[in-house]
């Protein structure tokens, strides 16, 4: 069982930087691909980006590449995901997750955290 706790959500003008951070809980994270997904009013969840389990290898997609970078910290139990040049159309609840599979699908996914909410304003 693992636990995910995201923080660092919030409203930032467009143009902006937030720092989105997911502690999870266990021994195990190491064992995990991380990823982050979102979802917007009125949408589906998508996904964003994921990490291979060394931190090694990562994956994103189209909408943020380029602009967003997350990155893993086994020693803290940690993902992060930094979003850079942000725009009105990133504002959603992103999610944290947990998976054994590559997590660019929501069906790979184990665990989710609670969610986020950014708000980028125009």
């Known amino acids: 069982q693992v636990q995910l706790v995201e923080s660092g959500g919030g409203l930032v003008q467009a143009g902006g930087s937030l720092r989105l951070s997911c502690a999870a809980s266990?021994?195990?994270?190491?064992?995990?691909?991380m990823g982050w997904f979102r979802q917007a009013p009125g949408k589906e969840r998508e996904f964003v980006a994921h990490?291979?389990?060394?931190?090694?290898?990562?994956y994103y997609a189209d909408s943020v590449k380029g602009r967003f970078t997350i990155s893993r910290d086994n020693a803290k139990n940690t993902v992060y995901l930094q979003m850079n040049s942000l725009k009105p159309e990133d504002t959603a609840v992103y999610y944290c997750?947990?998976?054994?599979?590559?997590?660019?699908?929501?069906?790979?996914?184990?665990?989710w955290g609670q969610g986020t909410q950014v708000t980028v304003s125009s």
């Open positions: 997750a947990a998976g054994r599979s590559p997590l660019n699908t929501i069906a790979s996914v184990d665990y």
């Open positions: 266990g021994r195990t994270f190491s064992s995990y691909r």
């Open positions: 990490i291979s389990r060394s931190g090694g290898w990562t």
